[in-house]
């Protein structure tokens, strides 16, 4: 059974395994660890910061992750989500169980937008976002700049 949990140190390796297997399937130019060092310091850049960040667990296996970096007092960034093939959709929905974690934790904390890049070649990702509110945004018109590891993404806005 699938549980999610506010993230702990000792995953720091198998959230910087889960990223990467998604990150460099192949269809994109690779990325690695210093093209995103807030994965080696989850703590410290995520809920330090006034952000959270969440593992999908079965068992004591970490299966999914999800973080929300805060960029200002009223703007987050959704990062890191990414759910290993077998626990997404049914029957774990697995991505919808840590999505709604983040979001009841961004509503709480107040809040209005949360933004986020995603490859543009992952149209299942796009379908998720828009299901869930978000919509596709020009990144001219972002409220804020912030670092993603890939030039041809595109980006997604959700006003709460």
């Known amino acids: 059974m699938v549980t999610i949990h506010p993230f702990e140190d000792s995953f720091t390796q198998d959230v ?5 297997h998604f990150q460099n399937d192949g269809t994109r130019p690779l990325v690695t660890v210093a093209d995103q060092p807030d994965l ?3 703590t410290g850049e995520y809920i330090n910061k006034g952000g959270n960040f969440w593992i999908a667990k079965d ?9 929300l970096m805060r960029a200002r007092s009223d703007v987050a960034i959704l990062k890191k989500f990414f ?24 509503k709480e904390r107040r809040f209005q937008t949360i933004l986020l890049d995603t490859p543009s070649n992952t149209l299942r990702a796009h379908k998720f976002y828009e299901k869930a509110g978000f919509r596709k945004i020009a990144e001219e018109h972002l409220p804020l ?10 980006f997604f ?4």
């Open 16 to 20: 910087i395994e889960l990223v990467l």
């Open 40 to 42: 080696l310091n989850i």
């Open 59 to 67: 068992a004591n296996k970490l299966v999914g992750s999800i973080g």
């Open 83 to 106: 759910v290993y093939e077998a626990y997404q959709g049914w029957p774990c929905h697995t991505g919808r169980k840590l999505y709604d974690q983040l979001l009841a934790f961004a």
């Open 145 to 154: 700049s912030f670092s993603h590891p890939y030039k041809d993404c595109d």
């Open 157 to 160: 806005v959700l006003d709460l």
